[in-house]
């Protein structure tokens, strides 16, 4: 395992990230299927946020993206509260996970590796996000997508891993993503 995949692992616990897992991104497949959950727009988000469909991007478009990262990290965090219930909790936790995967992200980066995170759910940093009025993005340093968004189906990810991916009113499990370029060939 390189040195700064240690770093950063090291740096995962401390933000108590429950998982840890590195993995090859080929495993991430943006499908169709997936973003027909996107289409049906039960969120209310489909055309009105930034970081969701169609505004993040084509299948295709993501597929290219994907592919300039060499590595990926699975992340995960869990809280035990009721999740049926307490839906600001819900926010606040979705909030908190979406700004640990920003710092596993910023100390990649400041390390001079490429990296992009990708969170859990929409991204909240906004009440309402400028692309309802078509204005720029307001925190495009912290806006990031969600694995579901690029039409990545998550819950056959963590069945990769052999991880429970169950849902449950008293725990909220956030599942997200650390893509890395770290080819020193990456400039050419």
């Not at 009721?82 to 839906?87: I, L």
């Not at 990649?108 to 204005?135: R, V």
């Not at 849902?167 to 599942?175: G, H, K, M």
Request: proline share 4%; aromatic share 10%.
């Amino acid at each position: 395992m390189s040195e700064y995949i240690l770093e950063l692992k090291a740096l995962s616990e401390t933000l108590c990230f429950r998982d840890f897992i590195e993995f090859n991104p080929c495993l991430l497949i943006p499908e169709e299927r997936i973003r027909e959950y996107c289409y049906e727009n039960l969120c209310g988000h489909y055309g009105k946020h930034y970081m969701c469909p169609p505004i993040i991007g084509s299948i295709e478009e993501i597929k290219f993206r994907l592919g300039d990262y060499n590595k990926a990290i699975l992340v995960r965090h869990t809280e035990e509260f009721d999740v049926t219930r307490d839906k600001m909790k819900v926010k606040r936790s979705k909030i908190d996970f979406h700004k640990r995967v920003l710092e596993l992200e910023n100390f990649l980066n400041q390390t001079g590796i490429d990296a992009w995170g990708l969170a859990g759910g929409s991204c909240s940093f906004c009440i309402e996000c400028k692309a309802i009025s078509n204005k720029p993005c307001k925190h495009p340093h912290k806006a990031r997508p969600s694995l579901e968004s690029l039409g990545i189906d998550v819950q056959k990810l963590l069945d990769n891993f052999g991880l429970d991916n169950n849902f449950y009113p008293d725990t909220i499990v956030w599942t997200g993503c650390i893509l890395i370029n770290d080819r020193k060939d990456k400039f050419k």
